[in-house]
T-cell receptor, first 113, second 111 residues
Framework: DGGITQSPKYLFRKEGQNVTLSCEQN?????MYWYRQDPGQGLRLIYY???????QKGDIAEGYSVSREKKESFPLTVTSAQKNPTAFYLC????????????FGPGTRLTVT | DAKTTQPTSMDCAEGRAANLPCNHS???????VYWYRQIHSQGPQYIIH???NNETNEMASLIITEDRKSSTLILPHATLRDTAVYYC????????????FGTGTRLQVFP
């Protein structure tokens, strides 16, 4: 089955801790994305990557970091500098960033207390 | 900011057609209209997209007005599983710009 996996589904952390969210895809897509969604809101872009070893900031990159060492993987680290980290985090991929058809993972709901 | 305007919510009876409108009055000639939906607590799902011609696939039909200032997504026979938030997005194809998700239309399909 081709698709995007995110783990875990739910994640709980204490304030002040960094946490890394996993995103893996086996669709052979070059482009990958991280979005954040708050209750009742649309999605906001955190970071995106057009190709391995390359990534760009989205609209709300402050307090987050990413890496793209492998085509299949695009982990997101939520650092202690992120002021409001509790949210639903969604990873997506597309053939390239040229195309608007993005495939989304199931999401990770992060709660920081 | 999103370039589209959608109603906040709509209802539809199961088995009937659901017609979801979207206004995009400032759309440029090279911008496509995309539709996604998001079922509660899941990732969004791509539905369909088009430039100026009407499009149909196994999920839905997309009707774009001749002036391209508005469009309608049609789910021909809505089921309870179509209950979701539907997002209308305009985007330039072959552009590295992001998808901009607004707040969408919450469609409730009732028995």
């Amino acid at each position: 089955d081709g698709g995007i996996t995110q783990s875990p589904k739910y994640l709980f952390r204490k304030e002040g801790q960094n946490v890394t969210l996993s995103c893996e895809q086996n669709l052979n897509h070059d482009a990958m994305y991280w979005y954040r969604q708050d209750p009742g809101q649309g999605l906001r872009l955190i970071y995106y990557s057009q190709i391995v070893n390359d990534f760009q900031k989205g609209d709300i990159a402050e307090g987050y970091s990413v890496s793209r060492e492998k085509k299949e993987s695009f982990p997101l680290t939520v650092t202690s500098a992120q002021k409001n980290p509790t949210a639903f985090y969604l990873c997506a991929s597309s053939i390239t960033t040229d195309y608007g058809e993005q495939y989304f993972g199931p999401g990770t709901r992060l709660t920081v207390t | 900011d999103a370039k589209t305007t959608q109603p906040t919510s709509m209802d539809c009876a199961e088995g009937r057609a659901a017609n979801l409108p979207c206004n995009h009055s400032t759309i440029s000639g090279n911008e496509y209209v995309y539709w996604y939906r998001q079922i509660h607590s899941q990732g969004p799902q791509y539905i369909i997209h088009g430039l100026k011609n009407n499009e149909t696939n196994e999920m839905a039909s997309l009707i774009i007005t001749e002036d391209r200032k508005s469009s309608t997504l049609i789910l021909p026979h809505a089921t309870l599983r179509d209950t979701a938030v539907y997002y209308c997005i305009v985007r330039v194809e072959l552009d590295t710009d992001k998808l901009i998700f607004g707040t969408g239309t919450r469609l409730q399909v009732f028995p």
